[in-house]
Each structure stands twice: as C-alpha cells, then as structure tokens.
C-alpha cells in the first residue's frame, strides 16, 4: 500500500533542517547569478494541457541562459525536432522548473517560476551564436532558487571518468529508432543526425 498522505509521508521522513526552508530564496542572488554563468546546461520542466509531465534538456555554452535581473532568465530556444513541447507547455501552463547544472561540480541550482515565450528581436540578439539568433526564448520570472546539495551526483559518479559507459554498450540513435519506427533506416537517420549536428546546431 502506498503512502497517500501528508502525515503518513511525515512519519516515514525525519524532519528536515531548518536552513532547507531558510535557504530558498525568491530572487536572484550573486551566488545563483555565478552559478547560472558557470553552466552550460539545464533541464526544463513543464506541465502539458493534458496533464502530462515533461522534462527537456537544454544546453550550450557556459552562461547561454541569461540573467535580465534579480527575478529574470531568458533561456534560447536552439534548433531541434521542432516539436517544441516546453513551448506549448508553457501556453498552456506557464509554471515551469529548472535544474542547471555545472560540469564538475556536484551541488545542482533549482529554479521554478513562470514563463512566456518571447519573439523580440531585440531581446534574443545578445543570445545569437555565430550571428543566428534563437527563434524565441523562455521569459522567466523567477519564484524560487536554491542550491541543492550535492549527494545525488555523488552517488551517481556523474563526473568520474571511470564511470563512463562504452558507447558500444548502448544502440545508436539511429538504431533506436529503426527499432521502434516501422521502415526506418538505422543508417540513414545516423548520417542525417550526423549532418545536423555539424551544420545546424544553431
């Protein structure tokens, strides 16, 4: 049987720290700012019209999510499946959460807030890459940030070389896909994805 409430949650957990409460914030410290400068990579999680969870990944170099200020992040949409489910998401249900993290490092930062997709030229430009500016952005209006502590990417030996995988270990994406899609070619979506992430990243 399930745990299905608060107090029976409660009884299963000690109580937590006081400083877990005390030290979220509601805005955009130094600390958070150095951090967000540091990384070159967050997930995002959204909320879709159905009810469904989301969580993607976004990723560039370091310092790619801007800092507008003490409440702002403006996050670059780049080229990809075109998909675009945080975006339509975020229409539907602009809460979002964010976890950025920073290679080397094992403390992650959250971030939740609410956000809007914005299309100003003028607000994306200083976010272009080799002169290509990202078709939109994610407006973040920051709620809650606070670093979390590090014993997760302990355990998981994220950052230690010899936890690596063989990439042999694991099917290619193509080869995923040829799998799961009827008349896919393994080797034709390998090659195309090769292209793409030489040429069109940004």
């Given at each position: 049987m399930g745990v299905t409430s608060q107090t029976e949650l409660r009884q299963a957990y000690r109580e937590p720290a006081a400083r877990a409460q005390q030290k979220v914030?509601?805005?955009?410290?130094?600390?958070?700012?150095?951090?967000?400068?540091?990384?070159?990579?967050?997930?995002?999680?959204?909320?879709?019209?159905?009810?469904r969870q989301d969580v993607s990944p976004r990723g560039d170099p370091p310092g790619f999510v801007a800092v507008l200020d003490?409440?702002?992040?403006?996050?670059?949409?780049?080229?990809?499946?075109?998909?675009?489910?945080?975006?339509?998401n975020v229409i539907a249900h602009p809460q979002v959460g964010l976890l950025f993290i920073v290679p080397g490092m094992n403390e992650t930062l959250r971030v939740s807030g609410r956000a809007e997709i914005v299309t100003d030229e003028a607000l994306l430009a200083p976010l272009s890459v080799g002169h290509r500016a990202p078709l939109s952005?994610?407006?973040?209006?920051?709620?809650?940030?606070?670093?979390?502590?590090?014993?997760?990417?302990?355990?998981?030996?994220?950052?230690?070389?010899?936890?690596?995988?063989?990439?042999?270990?694991?099917?290619?994406?193509?080869?995923?896909?040829?799998?799961?899609?009827?008349?896919?070619?393994?080797?034709?979506?390998d090659a195309s994805e090769d292209e793409a992430n030489r040429e069109r990243l940004y």
């Open positions: 914030l509601d805005h955009i410290d130094r600390h958070a700012r150095e951090f967000i400068a540091l990384s070159p990579f967050c997930v995002i999680g959204s909320l879709g019209a159905d009810g003490e409440h702002t992040l403006l996050i670059p949409d780049r080229p990809g499946n075109n998909q675009v489910d945080s975006l339509q952005g994610l407006c973040v209006t920051v709620e809650e940030v606070f670093l979390h502590c590090g014993r997760s990417l302990i355990r998981s030996r994220l950052w230690d070389p010899d936890a690596q995988i063989d990439r042999c270990c694991y099917p290619t994406y193509g080869q995923v896909l040829a799998d799961q899609i009827k008349g896919a070619n393994a080797a034709e979506i």
